[in-house]
């Protein structure tokens, strides 16, 4: 999906305003460490990490992290600024493409699914397995289902906002979404959709023993979530 990496290395107004940045990350830094307090292994890829607000969360809980982003003027801004942080380390195109079979303990992938193209999606599930060391955990979240709706992402982004003050500026936010290149994207390329029972069957396909999560890491509790444990 090409046109989606293009969207992603421009300016955008997925989040409302920095107030939704950092609580976005927060909760699901929150999730994603609670989910991972008690697994072996320290060396962890965080795969489309976006902004990457939650990464020195990650070093403060002994890991080790590697951040990556398709995104040319993401990986420029992360490593503007996290550059000499001792135990994080930004990858580029390159040096993702380098990293050794089962050189990591646990990958998450959040909000990224949907715009990997569904052919595309069992190779790279195969390829984070090849990368995981036996009993390594893959957490992946934000998948969307069939039948989630623009509207269901909407009234949990405006519930998620009362709860974090910023209500008003989200109300502004879906205004300026509406039209949006996000919005023609979503309805001229689509979203790849994804039942629990079907990627339940590509995690164990490509190796992995798989769990739906009885909720979603996140903000976004009516979308999916996966535990898949390297087999």
Known sequence: MADWANFWDRPNSIYVNDAHLRAHHQRLGDDLLALLAHKPGRKLLDYGCGEALAAERFCAAGWQVLLYDAS?????????????????????????AGLAPGSLDAIVVSS??????PAALPGLLRRWRELLGGGGYL?????????????AD???????????GFF???????VRMFFSDYRRLRRELG?????????????????????????????????????????
């Open 154 to 164: 909407a009234w949990t982004l405006l519930g998620f906002a009362r709860s974090h």
């Open 168 to 174: 008003q500026a989200a109300l502004g936010g879906l």
């Open 72 to 96: 040319r003027e993401t990986q420029r801004r992360l490593g503007g600024r996290l550059r000499g942080r001792p135990g994080i380390e930004v990858l580029d195109d390159g040096a993702l």
């Open 191 to 231: 979203l790849s959709t994804y039942d629990a029972r079907a990627f339940n069957a590509l995690l164990s396909a490509a190796g992995f023993h798989a769990e739906h999560l009885a909720r979603n890491p996140g903000p976004n509790a009516h979308r999916l979530g996966f535990l898949g444990r390297a087999a």
């Open 139 to 151: 957490i992946v979240a934000d998948v969307i289902a069939p039948d989630n709706s623009a509207l």
């Open 112 to 117: 990224v699914v949907q715009y990997i193209a």
